[in-house]
């Protein structure tokens, strides 16, 4: 828990924040230049930069656009591996923004204006703001700006007697990126083979569908029972994947040509400033200017590092789009992480619920509510007539063809729960699998049943618009087995 309190006879800013293990802040920043003031601190557990900043109705567009500067060379020379995540609130004094259509008054929207100081910003950092509601009579002037899309859940605005500012709650989402005992706190196991695991853009296909082709399918269907194969059919696909097929490759930290450059730029600027101290004993101000620019020129280029090395992988990422688009969207998603599960639900009496099972119910209380009962669909259909069956099935015909054909309807970037066979497998290895699956349907058929796995769904709510601790503001979304599809 953080908070700030903003003194505005002194201008003057304090931060507080409660001492967690998740929020550990190891380094802190000041800026006053009489008008604008700023705290700016730092968790590197957490990965993200907490800032408080004020800016007085009387400041200058310079002190402003001063205040701006000292927060770009801060987060840019911090932000080194792209995943720093922002959070900045404060008072920042613009009366005349509507943030709900992000527009201000043409005279205000001049180049040089706090107005536009600010719209700039933001597009620099992808940042959004989140405080919709009046703070103080009938402005936004209090500000929650951040890039992490999933941290915000809920605000509100409270009255409060000694100010003339209402106080602010926001509601967030616990720090994400933290220890790996933290991540996985509170979430359920889930069973079964994981096949999101593979990184099937480098599977060898040729050689998955030959193995594949030599398995006595006949046998083993032919031994198994309609519920039992299902689960030795992914078995063998998974055993097959490991063995051509090579794991899911993360970003790692990787120590880049450029970070030996800063390295060495970082050791000659300690020597340069040791110099520095013994010139300045002696008053020799020829030596102390010459060293001075030095160290100057070396900041620099320290600086322009993390640009150059930031365009590197920019340029990289796009022109790895057609071939290997996997790539690209994996380094877009380090600067776009939207998470669909919720971690925070608000119940019928405004109290929070961060249980994974509690929060699974009431999403689930919420999708029965909006649809159909099925009690009331079965009696209204034995309301209807009996219908004539002038044509019944004897005979079920199903081809190798019918399969394949069935396999090509489905898309290539078509979903499926992680413990069940991606439909890129499928579709590269259709001419091995289509004997199988023709089998194993036609025992279905002639014995009437169809296995209770591929009857079950997977339910992922998606968030439509709104507050996030709204259950009525998800949309559910259900994953079956392309097996089923077939």
């Not at 402003?64 to 720093?84: D, G, I, P, R, V």
């Not at 101000?285 to 640009?307: H, M, P, R, V, W």
Request: aromatic share 12%; charged share 20%.
């Amino acid at each position: 828990m953080f908070f700030a309190v903003i003194v505005r006879s002194h201008n003057m800013v304090v931060f507080y924040y409660m001492f967690t293990r998740t929020l550990l802040l190891t380094i802190s920043f000041f800026f006053d230049d009489d008008e604008c003031s700023a705290v700016i601190c730092i968790s590197k557990l957490s990965k993200c930069m907490i800032s408080c900043l004020y800016r007085p109705p009387t400041a200058s567009p310079e002190s402003f656009s001063n205040l701006l500067n000292f927060y770009n060379n801060f987060f840019s020379m911090h932000n080194t591996t792209n995943k720093l995540q922002s959070y900045i609130f404060g008072d920042f004094n613009l009366p005349k923004f509507s943030w709900n259509s992000h527009c201000t008054l043409k005279k205000l929207s001049l180049k040089g204006t706090a107005y536009s100081l600010l719209n700039s910003f933001m597009d620099e950092h992808l940042l959004l703001q989140y405080i919709k509601a009046n703070t103080r009579k009938n402005n936004i002037l209090d500000l929650f700006l951040t890039n992490d899309p999933n941290f915000v859940h809920l605000v509100k605005c409270v009255d409060f007697n000694i100010s003339d500012h209402y106080v602010v709650k926001i509601f967030t989402n616990c720090f994400k990126s933290l220890s790996t005992d933290l991540d996985n706190a509170g979430k359920p196991e889930i069973s079964g083979l994981d096949f999101s695991t593979f990184n099937l853009n480098h599977a060898n296909f040729d050689e998955i569908t030959n193995e594949l082709s030599q398995i006595n399918w006949e046998s083993i269907i032919s031994n198994s029972t309609i519920e039992g194969f299902p689960e030795v059919f992914k078995q063998l696909i998974f055993s097959t994947l490991q063995k051509h097929c090579p794991s899911v490759s993360t970003f790692k930290n990787r120590k880049s040509s450029y970070w030996k450059k800063r390295r060495k730029i970082s050791r000659k600027i300690r020597n340069y400033n040791k110099k520095l101290k013994r010139y300045n004993t002696v008053n020799n101000s020829f030596a102390i200017q010459q060293i001075s620019t030095k160290i100057k020129n070396l900041q620099d280029g320290y600086k322009n590092s993390f640009f150059d090395e930031k365009r590197l992988a920019e340029s990289l990422a796009t022109s790895k789009i057609k071939t290997n688009s996997k790539y690209f969207f994996k380094y877009a998603n380090i600067f776009r992480k939207t998470l669909s599960s919720p971690s925070l639900l608000l119940d019928k009496d405004d109290v929070l619920i961060n249980d994974p099972k509690s929060i699974a119910d009431k999403l689930q209380d919420h999708f029965r509510s909006v649809f159909s009962n099925p009690k009331n669909s079965l009696e209204m259909a034995l309301k209807i007539k009996k219908p004539e069956i002038n044509y019944p099935i004897s005979q079920f015909s199903l081809s190798k063809n019918d399969i394949v054909m069935a396999i090509d309807e489905i898309k290539m970037d078509s979903a499926a729960p992680h413990s069940e066979i991606p439909a890129k497998v499928f579709k590269n290895c259709k001419a091995a699998l289509s004997l199988p699956l023709q089998i194993f349907w036609k025992k279905s058929f002639t014995s009437g049943t169809v296995p209770q796995c591929y009857k079950a769904q997977q339910i992922v709510p998606i968030h439509k618009k709104g507050p996030k601790t709204d259950p009525t503001n998800y949309r559910p979304v259900s994953l079956t087995p392309h097996e089923i599809k077939i």
